[in-house]
Nanobody, 116 residues
Framework: QVQLVESGGGLVQPGGSLRLACATS?????????MAWHRQVPGKERELVAT???????NYADSVKGRLTISRDNAEQTVWLQMNSLKPEDTAVYYC?????????WGQGTQVTVSS
């Protein structure tokens, strides 16, 4: 069973940067799947933030274009989310999963808090 472990979150001031990591384990076909980062604020639905296809094609939500960058390392079976120019509205718990079908169990996520 594939497991997802997110890390790298924290408290950062507006305008700051963070780099999130999503490590996958328990599977052998990571490289053939698309991956995605999502985020969720309490009381709201989970929001799709960024996706990366198996071939490396990326897409972003309008709210994060130009500030967040998704990338992947197939050898390490890891997906990254570089977050720059962070805003208070980026505050959320960030999760990763396969895309477009999120067939793995959701991990614990990593909390990102943007505040002065």
């Amino acid at each position: 069973q594939v497991q997802l472990v997110e890390s790298g979150g924290g408290l950062v001031q507006p305008g700051g940067s963070l780099r999130l990591a999503c490590a996958t384990s328990g599977g052998s076909s990571f490289s053939i799947y698309g991956m995605a980062w999502h985020r969720q604020v309490p009381g709201k639905e989970r929001e799709l933030v960024a996706t990366i296809s198996a071939s490396g094609i990326t897409n972003y939500a309008d709210s994060v274009k130009g500030r967040l960058t998704i990338s992947r390392d197939n050898a390490e079976q890891t997906v990254w989310l570089q977050m720059n120019s962070l805003k208070p509205e980026d505050t959320a718990v960030y999760y990763c999963n396969f895309y477009p079908y999120a067939f793995a169990s959701w991990g614990q996520g990593t909390q990102v808090t943007v505040s002065s």
